[in-house]
Every structure is written in C-alpha cells, then in structure tokens.
C-alpha cells in the first residue's frame, strides 16, 4: 500500500470508531460463563474478536449475532469438551484469558494462534496456574500448549511480576469458579474484568494498592453497550494534533482512568484535548473527546504511566517528532511481547522515515520536532505500527510504503475508511 502524503485535510470531522477491543473479549467470555442471556452491542467485529467468539461455540456456548447485538446464552460454567483446536489468532487477550477460564474446568484443550502469536510467552500465566494444580503435558510457555484443567482450584494468593490486565483477569476468572483468591501487584493495569464481574454479581474487592480478591461466585449474564475503543481513538487524536488546521471528535469513547493515559500524556505535551458529555455506561466511564491542532512540548513519561497507555505508545512516538525537546519513554520493556517486538518495531520504522530515535531496551527517546521523510517499511504483523505509519504519511514529506497491512483487521477494520474521511490518501 502507498500512503500519500495530505496536506490538506478536513477542517472538522466526527470519527467513530468501532467498540473497545478489550470490553469486548470480556462481554463474550464472561456472559458465557454466566446464567442467562445477554446482549451485546456495539462489539468490536475484529478478527480477534471473533477468533474469542468462535472458541466459545466450540466449547458449547451459544452465540448468535443480529443487526444490532451479539446474543450470547450462557452456559453456568458448564463448558463441553472441544473436539477440535482452540485457534486464537493473533489474539494474546484470547489465549491468556482463556487460560484462566478454563482452568477449573473437567476438559482438556489446545489453544495454539498464529505465527506472531506462538512467539509471545504464555507461561506468565501458567506459571501461577500450575502452582494450583493445573496440568501441562508439553510446552507451558509458546503456543501450542495443551492445558487440562482442575477442578479443585484452591484459594490462592499470587503477586503478579508484571502489572498486565491479561495475567489479573485470568487468574480472577480461575478464583471465580473456585475457591476464590488474592492477585497483588496489578495497581494501574486496565480494571475492565474488575467492573464486569462486579456487575455480574461477583464479590470484587478491590484495594486502593491495586490488589484485587475475589470471592467464589455465580455470575449473572449482563447486558453490554461497549464503549469505542480509546486505543483506537488515540490514532485519530494524534491526527488532529499534528494537523494544522483539523479538529476532530470522537464520540462515546472509553475512558476509564487505567486506560486514559494517552489523553493526559497529550494534554500534559500541550494539546488541546477537551472532554464533553461525560458519562458512565454499563459501569465503565464514557465521554465525546474533541481534540485540536495543538503545538507539543517534549516529556518524560515515568513506569508508573506506561501500563495506562501501553498500546498507544506507537503513536505517541508519531507525536514526540513534532513535540519541541526530548520526550523519553522508559519501563516498557514488555513492548518487546506484543505483536511484534514493538520497540524495535518503532525504532526501524522511524529511522527509515529519517527520524533520530535512541532505543533502549525498555523504551526509547526522540528529540523534535524532525521531518517526516517517508520510505518503505514493513508492516511487522502489527496493526499499531501499521495505523501509525498510515497517520505519519499525513505530515510525511514523501510517499510512504507499507507491506503487508491486513493486520489492521484485527482490532480496527474499518480503519482505512475513517482515514480516507479526514482526508488521507492511500493507492493499493
């Protein structure tokens, strides 16, 4: 794909993008291991998505989608044995979450995805799941791994070594079917699994320190408006930003305060960021966010910041490069276990568009603002680099050339169609 430069966009534009990624993982999921019947609108239609709805109808759970919702009945934690493999595509979310799901659960199952995903280490998880019981024949770690489950789960007490959402939330799916237990050291990682499954009739208690214990429950199915994805919002934030005459809103975006940070990073770099119509919704806080051309001043984002926008991170480096000074991203180092290794990702891709960017191994500094200059890069199989570049192109001095963008589907497929709308340019 070659991506145009576009000098002149829109003055103003109203951007929705689709449902958040991670809410809507957890609306199937969680609504499956329920009582009852929801529905769930508004849910993202990615690819990762649906590779979580697809597993929850081979383990028994019925699932019908409509014009407007995602019927899921719920099967009271009763899942049937699959007869074939668990495929969870490029989907961490799905495999680490599932992990946790069914580990109380009397089957066996094969979870394997693919080529990027059976690179990306599992046994964050299955460390503390083997600890109470949970049985891996082979590999604990890469994909494929076979995991059978066990159904005397005792009450556990485990500090996490990583503040991640997806280690939390699969080891509180296991205490929820079992005995119930303590996870320490997930202070401000993303709490949608908290808020659900409280609304759901679980008793969540959770500390002021992030600490989080979970009582032994039956799960009431819930009705779910999910809220638009924030980390797909932030593409469009960042576009307006360095525009110099766009203004763009985005309405009913997601912002709960552990995944707010590319907002307050934004505003604290200068940008005119404003939030209207705020609201709450299904549990989870909402609001229109108008966001301005704006003149960036250069930061210093600290480790305690970086679990709050750890997806964004891409496209605020786009941003550092028109910011004036130093702006220095440090305590990521698990950027290197995502899709792709991420800091390495951004750090070649910017250099090829001719930006001075100093990599570290847990993050990386930029010093602007510098020209965008254009070039062809690899997409990596990583749908944030690829919607970076594609946002970069908009100040890019020259054409830029990406291979391999069908990664985008996963977590934002209508992504071209909103670009093309504020007015980017792109030829197959």
Not at 118 to 131: F, G
């Amino acid at each position: 794909m070659i991506l145009h430069p576009s000098p002149t966009l829109k003055t103003q534009a109203i951007i929705t993008v689709p449902g958040d990624k991670s809410i809507s993982h957890r609306a199937l999921m969680f609504n499956a291991l329920a009582t009852g019947t929801a529905h769930i609108e508004n849910m993202l239609m990615g690819e990762d998505v649906l590779c979580t709805l697809q597993i929850l109808r081979q383990l028994g759970v019925p699932i019908t989608l409509s014009e407007q919702y995602c019927i899921v009945e719920g099967v009271g934690g009763h899942f049937q044995q699959p007869s074939s493999v668990l495929y969870c595509g490029n989907s961490g979310t799905t495999m680490r979450l599932m992990l946790g799901l069914l580990a109380p659960q009397p089957i066996s199952v094969i979870l394997t995805g693919d080529a990027s995903l059976q690179k990306r280490p599992m046994d964050r998880v299955t460390h503390y799941l083997r600890d109470v019981g949970v049985s891996y024949p082979e590999s604990d770690n890469l994909a494929p791994i076979i995991q059978q489950g066990c159904t005397t789960i005792p009450h556990f007490d485990f500090t996490l070594h990583i503040a991640s959402a997806q280690m939390k939330s699969a080891l509180l799916l296991a205490a929820v079917q079992s005995a119930g237990g303590i996870v320490r050291g997930g202070k401000s990682s993303r709490d949608h699994t908290e808020k659900m499954l409280k609304g759901m009739g679980a008793s969540v208690l959770q500390e002021a320190n992030g600490d989080v214990q979970i009582q032994p429950s039956t799960l009431k199915a819930q009705d779910i408006t999910v809220p638009n994805d924030i980390s797909s919002a932030a593409f469009f934030m960042v576009a307006a930003v360095l525009s110099s005459q766009t203004t763009i809103e985005l309405p009913n975006v997601g912002l709960n305060p552990t995944r707010a940070g590319i907002i307050h990073t934004l505003q604290r770099m200068g940008a005119s960021v404003t939030i209207v119509n705020q609201r709450e919704m299904c549990g989870e806080l909402v609001g229109d966010v108008v966001v301005y051309p704006s003149c960036l001043t250069g930061i210093t984002l600290n480790k305690d910041t970086i679990p709050t926008m750890i997806d964004e991170l891409p496209i605020l480096a786009l941003a550092a490069t028109q910011a004036y000074g130093t702006t220095i991203i440090r305590g990521a180092a698990d950027l290197r276990k995502k899709e792709s290794d991420r800091i390495h990702s951004i750090v070649q891709m910017f250099k090829t568009f001719g930006v001075d960017i100093v990599e570290y191994q847990d993050g990386f500094s930029i010093t602007g603002p510098q020209s965008i200059q254009g070039g062809k890069i690899e997409g990596f199989g990583d749908h944030r680099i690829i919607m970076t570049a594609a946002i970069a192109s908009l100040i890019s001095e020259n054409p830029i050339v990406i291979e391999n963008v069908d990664a985008v589907n996963t977590s934002f497929p209508n992504f071209w169609e909103l670009f093309v709308e504020i007015g980017g340019r792109f030829t197959s």
